[in-house]
């Protein structure tokens, strides 16, 4: 079955750097406070994590991610809105979720280095933070104890997702 995409491959450039590096760092912290998980975590934790992300301005209508690709990031949506899409086994591209300010994507990528589960847009102009795969595992390994509180994190989204996505399939189970 030939695999149809009906999201546009973002351009080169799409997603506009808005800053890393030392410089930017204090702006990165500040960003990455406002995301739901990294409340707790001290200045210092932040600035460490903040160490390995970069932060992007995301124009309305460009791709993020298509379902199927392999370039996974760690990232968390600061300003905006992200619509999430999946394609059926009739190739019919579903709506599943919107991603509102202070939300986590991409997570479950870097973890199980699969290729994405879903297709990421902007629904309107956006500014998120990310960090590679590479970084992800780099900062994890840097120090235990911020890893620990990392993958915990991730842990407790991916057991709410779960939660979530077998509350709505119950009723759809018949015996």
Not at 1 to 25: C, I, T
Not at 110 to 123: G, T
Not at 140 to 160: D, K, M, P, T, W
């Amino acid at each position: 079955m030939e695999n149809k995409r009906v999201f546009a491959v973002p351009l080169p450039g799409a997603l506009e750097l808005l800053g890393d590096g030392p410089s930017f760092q204090d702006t990165l912290c500040g960003m990455l406070r406002k995301v739901k998980g990294f409340e707790d975590f001290s200045q210092p934790e932040l600035a460490s994590i903040t160490r390995h992300m970069k932060a992007y301005r995301v124009p309305e209508g460009a791709t993020i991610s298509l379902e199927g690709d392999r370039n996974s990031h760690f990232s968390a949506l600061i300003e905006g809105r992200i619509c999430v899409y999946k394609e059926d086994s009739n190739n019919a591209v579903k709506l599943l979720s919107v991603i509102s300010p202070g939300r986590i994507f991409g997570e479950i990528s870097v973890i199980d280095d699969h290729p994405y589960s879903a297709s990421l847009v902007a629904e309107s102009d956006a500014i998120i933070v990310r960090m590679t795969q590479e970084s992800f595992r780099q900062c994890v390994n840097e120090n235990s104890a911020i890893g620990v509180r990392l993958l915990n994190l991730v842990a407790q989204l991916l057991c709410g997702r779960l939660r979530s996505a077998s509350g709505q399939l119950v009723d759809y189970i018949h015996f």
